[in-house]
């Protein structure tokens, strides 16, 4: 038998002539006996280009409406069958109606050069009012004129119903052009949609609720569930923030926005408001989207709901229990996160291969018991120094974050032989008030002001406005009462107030930042830490009162430079340290120095020998930790050791006694007072942004001073004519605040603390796209309505 001969397309050809042609060949040579066009189409487009051709897949119907065959008509309906449609060809209105109706196209193409010819409005508005019209795209053939006026004559067309006007053409190679585009710009999205409307359809159908959000929480979809579980239509909450009439409380909002604005999924407890102002919580996991770019534009909240009772829709539970749960459910949650931080020390290396030793000898009951004392033993030693990941960096395009990062974090002297600098003294040191002179009954409105000491929103620069930059010795007497301190310490009150008076006159008034304004702020925010359910369950008395104190002389006698710029201009300070942590030396040292030298101020002069140690050791350690450079090391420290033991521990007695440990309570009083003093980011926006102006203004003074007297400048950027304040905030969030309050916020439970460090962010970010960077800015920006609250007022924390 002879052996067939290949079958020969022409390139030139139709589908359809193609077909034909190749169906006749086959028969001749018994290759092919089905009429079926489907079935040898890939072989067509084999024969006519090669094997390396996707094959051909005939899905996409194309309607041609043209009253009368021309060159435009045939250029078009050659280029549709080059690029792969199924053609459908009428000359009336009614048979091209009926072909849509019976076929549904993808793409239709109306002939309207002339109206007399064909009624292509009527068409056009038959077809638009038809079922499945929104997912195929209407193309209109007009005149090139009609490109050329402005009569509004592709207006309306538009208005019509079209999508699109091409311009007539007897050229293929434009008209495949043209629909290739269409096929890009009008047909996939309008496949997508269909795709999207399926899925919204399928969403209403699932036993939960799901919300579909920007990035703002603007509701952009919520599922027909919430109708039944929380008696709220959909019209009413598309459109509308989900913190509006959803979410019961707003800061879990802002919780989930900082996890997924970083890419990160959230998982946790929500609490949802019901239209009868019932609450009810649900388990929430929400992820984000980014449709366009890098950054999430998106979020996803699926919420599991318990069942609902056809008969009664609200579910009932205990309130009490519920709220339990949440808040364990939430600290858990927020405790997941720390794990994340951009952290690591080499006990942690250790642990983990201990743990892989572990379950590799699982069956040795022996070694595994070794194993396990050895892990305890590498817990409580002091291998947890830091450093940061080699993939940590901070972004070289940001030089003064760069800067400040690198400042607050280094410890390393750049060396100088210039001549000594005298470090500076307070101008009140010769007026010291003497403890006969005793403070006088405040006035009313001083007295209203400190009943709100214990909020967060608390106004500190209003009190240092109201005692004429004395605000410590009035808050501090104020919270000392509020926690007995005078009780915990065996001393009259008479005696504290003389300590706070002597601390205070020691703080250098003339520094925009490093004062007693400073100090005050810092011990309020400890007192707030304080009250924390968490911490009092642990705190002792005297321990409460250690960290007061701490807060309140942790940077006495500060010169108002960095530690850094001491050591660079060989400060009598700098050598007596040996450029060794030498503010917080030198906290610690005038601290103790001003306190036992009378007999008059010494608040710790009734303690016996012992209880003075522990006091002493106490209050130092904590001075000692609010130095920047040992910042990852104590981070680390909190964050290793609690994260393991939030995982071992569950109930609420071995979470005591793992927290009640002398080790433990130390890295709880280090993390307090580091946070209070770094508390700034967290505070009211009004508040937040005065301490940025301030600090800025600082470092901008001692930049000022190095160009003046030849010294390294620490900090480059921070200079007053080049530098932006919203970037160097921005920064300072990015890799020094936001990690740690993350970990003392999941240890705490104290949410108004991301809720206003994103807010606060956000609002930094939008300054400096807006162009607002220099102190200038910023001081117009204070008087403006930006200033005002973000959050609603709290409940005052009842006083102890």
């Given at each position: 038998m002879a052996k067939n001969k290949p079958i020969k397309v022409e390139a030139g050809t139709s589908i359809d002539e193609s077909f034909s042609h190749y169906v006749r060949e086959c028969r001749k040579q018994n290759k092919y006996k089905s009429k079926n066009k489907n079935e040898c189409v890939s072989k067509i487009q084999e024969a006519r280009y090669g094997s390396l051709v996707a094959p051909f897949k005939p899905n996409l119907k194309f309607l041609m409406v043209f009253p009368v065959t021309d060159l435009t008509s045939e250029a078009l309906k050659k280029a549709a069958e080059k690029v792969g449609f199924e053609i459908t060809q009428c000359s009336t209105v009614d048979s091209a109606f009926d072909e849509f109706q019976s076929k549904h196209h993808d793409l239709i193409i109306i002939d309207t050069r002339s109206l007399r010819s064909l009624d292509y409005e009527t068409l056009c508005r038959a077809i638009r009012g038809s079922k499945g019209s929104q997912h195929a795209p209407i193309v209109a053939v007009v005149k090139k004129s009609l490109f050329e006026r402005d009569d509004g004559g592709i207006l309306n067309l538009l208005e019509c119903g079209f999508n699109r006007c091409i311009s007539e053409s007897s050229?293929?190679?434009?008209?495949?052009?043209?629909?290739?585009?269409?096929?890009?710009?009008?047909?996939?999205?309008?496949?997508?949609?269909?795709?999207?409307?399926?899925?919204?359809?399928?969403?209403?159908?699932?036993?939960?609720?799901?919300?579909?959000?920007?990035?703002?929480?603007?509701?952009?979809?919520?599922?027909?569930?919430?109708?039944?579980?929380?008696?709220?239509?959909?019209?009413?909450?598309?459109?509308?923030?989900?913190?509006?009439?959803?979410?019961?409380?707003?800061?879990?909002?802002?919780?989930?926005?900082?996890?997924?604005?970083?890419?990160?999924?959230?998982?946790?407890?929500?609490?949802?408001?019901?239209?009868?102002?019932?609450?009810?919580?649900?388990?929430?996991?929400?992820?984000?989207?980014?449709?366009?770019?890098?950054?999430?534009?998106?979020?996803?909240?699926?919420?599991?709901?318990?069942?609902?009772?056809?008969?009664?829709?609200?579910?009932?539970?205990?309130?009490?229990?519920?709220?339990?749960?949440?808040?364990?459910?939430?600290?858990?949650?927020?405790?997941?996160?720390?794990?994340?931080?951009?952290?690591?020390?080499?006990?942690?290396?250790?642990?983990?291969?201990?743990?892989?030793?572990?379950?590799?000898?699982?069956?040795?009951?022996?070694?595994?018991?070794?194993?396990?004392?050895?892990?305890?033993?590498?817990?409580?030693?002091?291998?947890?120094?830091?450093?940061?990941?080699?993939?940590?960096?901070?972004?070289?395009?940001?030089?003064?974050?760069?800067?400040?990062?690198?400042?607050?974090?280094?410890?390393?002297?750049?060396?100088?032989?210039?001549?000594?600098?005298?470090?500076?003294?307070?101008?009140?040191?010769?007026?010291?008030?003497?403890?006969?002179?005793?403070?006088?009954?405040?006035?009313?409105?001083?007295?209203?002001?400190?009943d709100n000491a214990l909020q967060w929103d608390f106004e500190i620069f209003l009190l240092e406005e109201m005692t004429k930059s004395r605000p410590l010795q009035h808050l501090g007497m104020y919270l000392c009462q509020n926690f007995n301190v005078a009780a915990a310490l065996n001393c009259d009150e008479k005696t504290l107030q003389n300590w706070f008076i002597i601390i205070e006159s020691h703080y250098h008034s003339e520094n925009f930042y490093h004062n007693s304004t400073h100090a005050a702020?810092?011990?309020?925010?400890?007192?707030?830490?304080?009250?924390?359910?968490?911490?009092?369950?642990?705190?002792?008395?005297?321990?409460?009162?250690?960290?007061?104190?701490?807060?309140?002389?942790?940077?006495?006698?500060?010169?108002?430079?960095?530690?850094?710029?001491?050591?660079?201009?060989?400060?009598?300070?700098?050598?007596?340290?040996?450029?060794?942590?030498?503010?917080?030396?030198?906290?610690?040292?005038?601290?103790?120095?001003?306190?036992?030298?009378?007999?008059?101020?010494?608040?710790?002069?009734?303690?016996?020998?012992?209880?003075?140690?522990?006091?002493?050791?106490?209050?130092?350690?904590?001075?000692?930790?609010?130095?920047?450079?040992?910042?990852?090391e104590h981070l680390a420290k909190f964050v290793n050791v609690f994260c393991a033991k939030a995982d071992e521990e569950d109930d609420s007695e071995g979470d005591f006694v793992t927290l009640s440990t002398p080790e433990n309570i130390t890295l709880i009083k280090r993390m307090l007072i580091k946070c209070a003093d770094v508390s700034n980011p967290t505070r009211p926006f009004r508040l937040y942004v005065e301490w940025a102006r301030r600090i800025a203004e600082e470092y901008f003074q001692q930049t000022d001073e190095e160009k003046v007297k030849g010294l390294p400048v620490v900090m480059p950027m921070f200079d007053r004519n080049t530098c932006s304040v919203p970037k160097s905030q921005i920064g300072f969030i990015d890799y020094i605040v936001n990690d740690m309050f993350e970990a003392w916020n999941a240890f705490i439970d104290m949410s108004e603390l991301i809720a206003y460090l994103r807010q606060n962010y956000i609002r930094w970010k939008e300054f400096d796209e807006q162009g607002h960077r220099t102190l200038a800015d910023i001081r117009l920006l204070q008087s403006s309505v930006l200033m005002a609250p973000i959050l609603p007022a709290r409940p005052r924390p009842t006083a102890r």
């Open positions: 050229s293929v190679t434009n008209y495949i052009n043209e629909i290739v585009q269409l096929k890009v710009s009008d047909m996939k999205p309008m496949a997508q949609k269909s795709t999207t409307q399926a899925l919204y359809a399928a969403l209403d159908r699932c036993n939960g609720l799901i919300f579909i959000t920007d990035e703002t929480f603007k509701c952009q979809y919520a599922n027909i569930f919430i109708e039944k579980f929380l008696n709220i239509r959909q019209e009413d909450i598309v459109g509308r923030n989900l913190g509006e009439n959803v979410v019961y409380d707003q800061s879990q909002l802002a919780i989930i926005a900082s996890s997924l604005l970083r890419g990160k999924e959230w998982m946790g407890q929500l609490t949802l408001q019901k239209k009868s102002h019932e609450v009810a919580t649900v388990i929430c996991k929400a992820v984000s989207i980014a449709c366009y770019g890098r950054l999430p534009t998106h979020f996803v909240l699926i919420l599991e709901v318990p069942e609902v009772n056809d008969t009664d829709t609200s579910v009932k539970t205990n309130n009490q229990q519920v709220e339990q749960r949440r808040l364990s459910d939430f600290r858990k949650a927020s405790l997941n996160k720390m794990m994340a931080l951009p952290l690591e020390a080499p006990i942690v290396k250790i642990i983990s291969l201990l743990d892989e030793v572990r379950e590799k000898v699982n069956e040795n009951g022996d070694l595994v018991r070794i194993l396990n004392e050895a892990e305890d033993l590498l817990k409580h030693s002091e291998l947890y120094s830091t450093q940061l990941r080699e993939n940590f960096r901070v972004k070289p395009e940001e030089p003064v974050v760069a800067d400040l990062i690198t400042a607050l974090l280094s410890n390393q002297v750049q060396t100088s032989k210039l001549p000594t600098l005298t470090s500076r003294r307070s101008s009140n040191d010769s007026t010291i008030n003497r403890p006969s002179k005793v403070l006088r009954r405040l006035a009313t409105e001083l007295d209203e002001l400190l702020d810092v011990m309020q925010a400890t007192a707030g830490f304080l009250q924390k359910e968490r911490i009092k369950i642990i705190m002792e008395p005297l321990d409460e009162a250690m960290c007061l104190l701490a807060a309140a002389a942790h940077d006495v006698d500060h010169p108002g430079k960095s530690s850094a710029f001491l050591s660079n201009s060989n400060s009598p300070l700098a050598v007596l340290y040996n450029d060794i942590t030498i503010l917080e030396n030198h906290h610690c040292a005038c601290m103790f120095k001003l306190t036992l030298g009378d007999e008059r101020v010494n608040v710790f002069k009734n303690l016996d020998r012992d209880t003075y140690k522990i006091v002493r050791n106490n209050i130092v350690d904590m001075i000692l930790a609010t130095e920047m450079t040992k910042h990852f």
